[in-house]
């Protein structure tokens, strides 16, 4: 995501952001009472009963999921993942304490085992690659640490939400671990001198309020008919995507008269444009990544870190992402993405990028195909031999009206 349409974020969310504050010192209040009612100590004498959810009392489980649901909902997961809980569990229907076998043998060895690794949760805040191996469930982890260490992790803690977030903002992560993906969202914030200054409550909040859930938890039958062409399908997590590059040829584009002609309608040009910026901005985390990879697999880890997506801090520059052969020599790289297989498509080239392609040496476009889907197919070709195939139809579609006015002589008002 560029500067601009970050600024444009915020500045919308800035008045939903200024009213937060009783929300938050009321949520932030609840936090800091069951951070202080549950200290170190008295997690270590923590009886059963005082820690499961299903008794029906205010427990560590109980108060940590619904007491502060809204310093981070994970009620979607089943109580497993909590370690040991009381409850039924396969088909039973009378309760009984239930734990998972990974805690141990048995409800006392898992439970003890649990209250063990909470405290390793909270001994090991800085050591990210400790609190990954950690037994404790992703969510339950997540939510732990984000309601002891508020300024260090955020409460954000589904992995479908995280990779949602991170596809919107057009970051990579080729870590599976939810750790690892909320400490990237938390590098995006603390790097913006605007949202350095926010909490991670309002850091969450910005982002639900900006780009709001997956697609992919509403409900198709649930969705009117006017709007299922427009919502689109929520993206793989990019770290499984295996993406492949192939060479193609083009063929004779002149079968233009065997194309269906579609309906006539009114053209939805805001949401067409947020359309194409989204599928864009996902062909451009696919090559980043890729480009990335092939420089570390042919050990040149120097260049591979210095790889940009340069589209995020200059749209005029007339290409997407910096990269380098393995020679160290640059490589500009204009990305053109589409839903669509290999086969006819169109992709747009803007004026300032056509030219910027003739000037440039080693300038290139990545055209990826099925952007969407978990292997897109990426064909890297550079500008002089796209633009000079003589199979490629390159038309004008747009057209820029530069004018100047000024008060017409008399300064007369024209009566309409």
């Known amino acids: 995501m560029n500067i601009d349409e970050l600024r444009e974020y915020q500045s919308n969310f800035e008045s939903t952001r200024r009213s937060l504050s009783t929300e938050f010192k009321s949520i932030n209040k609840l936090r800091s009472k069951f951070k202080k009612d549950f200290s170190v100590n008295v997690i270590k004498q923590l009886k059963k009963d005082d820690y499961v959810i299903g008794k029906g009392k205010p427990t560590f489980c109980n108060r940590i999921e619904n007491e502060l649901n809204a310093w981070g909902n994970i009620h979607n997961s089943p109580a497993i993942k909590f370690g040991v809980y009381y409850g039924v569990r396969n088909g039973s229907v009378n309760k009984a304490y ?11 060895k898992a439970f003890s085992n649990v209250k063990l690794s909470i405290l390793d949760l909270i001994k090991n805040k800085n050591h990210l690659e400790l609190l990954k191996k950690n037994l404790i469930s992703p969510m339950f982890k997540g939510k732990i640490l984000s309601v002891y260490f508020p300024d260090k992790f955020l409460n954000i803690y589904s992995a479908s939400h995280l990779n949602y977030f991170i596809n919107n903002l057009g970051l990579v992560v080729e870590s599976k671990s939810e750790l690892d993906k909320q400490n990237e969202l938390l590098i995006f914030k603390n790097s913006d001198p605007v949202m350095k200054q926010w909490s991670i409550y309002e850091y969450s909040k910005f982002l639900y309020h900006s780009f709001g859930r997956p697609n992919d938890e509403i409900n198709d039958k649930n969705l009117a008919p006017e709007l299922k ?75 591979s870190r210095k790889v940009e997506q ?30 669509r297989s290999i086969g006819s498509c169109d992709v747009y080239l803007s004026s300032n990028e056509l030219e910027v392609s003739k000037q440039k040496n080693n300038y290139y476009f990545y055209i990826v195909f099925n952007v969407g889907e978990k292997e897109p197919k990426i064909w890297s070709i550079k500008s002089n031999e796209f633009l000079s195939d003589g199979n490629i139809e390159l038309k004008a579609t747009q057209y820029r009206i530069s004018l100047k006015t000024d008060h017409a002589q008399g300064d007369q008002k024209k009566s309409i």
């Open 310 to 339: 340069v589209s995020n801090y200059d749209d005029y520059l007339g290409y997407d992402i910096l990269s380098f052969d393995l020679n160290g020599r640059k490589k500009h790289i204009e990305v053109k993405s589409t839903l």
């Open 98 to 108: 239930q734990f998972a076998i990974k805690h141990g043998e048995n409800f006392n």
């Open 229 to 303: 062409g427009y919502k689109l399908k929520d993206f793989p997590p990019i770290e499984s995507i295996n993406a492949e590059f192939v060479e193609l040829q083009t063929g004779s584009n002149n079968n233009k008269s065997k194309r269906k002609k579609k309906k006539s309608s009114k053209t939805d040009y805001s949401s067409q444009s947020k359309r194409f910026k989204i599928i864009g901005e996902r062909g451009e985390q696919v090559v980043l990544m890729m480009e990335r990879k092939f420089l570390r697999d042919n050990n040149r880890d120097d260049l």
